[in-house]
């Protein structure tokens, strides 16, 4: 069965972007605290993680077959330029497509139908491998609608005081995780994955 998961990182007080888009040079530090190199399908965004980092990112980009995203998220990137940056398939979920797509040459696919047929698509794109679900208002969408099976958090030791939180209004709250599944300590981040219980 093929695990849906979300990741991000966020604050100690649970936000995932400071008040007016801010506090990213804090969140993604870690990103760039470390010795080793950590290449992707876009050399500009290469990383230097330390160790531990770097062996739970790479497990992150070997185990992920596709991703979900939203549109805001595909419109502020350019469309990563026609191939997101780990190199993966991508089901972009819209109300309609944007002028120019779907490309050939680009591997997108534009869900209109909703976060379950989002979902659908990205599984079958997935092979044997997980859906990543990218962006707190898709992941509250999945949430919501009981197809998330794994949140993964890049807990980070700032306090942002205000912003976009991971999951805001949910309409199932009370969510009851299970684990920690693990949790990995790196410098300037904890990572941790949690299991959502049906």
């Known amino acids: 069965m093929t695990t849906v998961y979300t990741a991000a990182s966020m604050s100690l007080d649970g936000y995932i972007a400071g ?14 605290n470390g010795d080793i190199e950590v290449q992707t399908t876009h050399p500009e965004l290469t990383t230097h993680l330390t160790a531990a980092s770097a062996e739970y990112v790479r497990g992150i980009i070997d185990g992920t077959g596709s991703l979900v995203v939203g549109r805001r998220l595909f419109d502020s990137t350019g469309g990563w330029g026609g191939e997101h940056p780990m190199g993966v398939p991508v089901v972009v979920v819209t109300h309609s497509v944007p002028d120019g797509w779907p490309r050939e040459d680009a591997p997108f696919t534009f869900g209109t139908d909703g976060i379950e047929g989002a979902i659908e698509q990205a599984k079958s794109l997935a092979g044997d491998k997980a859906v990543g679900v ?18 993964r958090i890049d807990l980070v030791p700032v306090l942002l005081g205000g912003g976009t939180a991971f999951f805001d209004e949910l309409q199932v709250a009370p969510v009851v995780l299970q684990g920690p599944i693990s ?12 299991r959502v219980r049906r």
């Open 134 to 151: 990218n962006g707190g208002t898709i992941a509250r969408q999945c949430l919501d609608a009981g197809l998330l099976d794994e949140i």
């Open 183 to 194: 949790v990995v300590e790196g410098t300037d981040v904890t990572h941790l994955r949690y």
């Open 19 to 32: 008040p007016g888009d801010t506090g990213f040079e804090h969140l993604f530090k870690w990103y760039d």
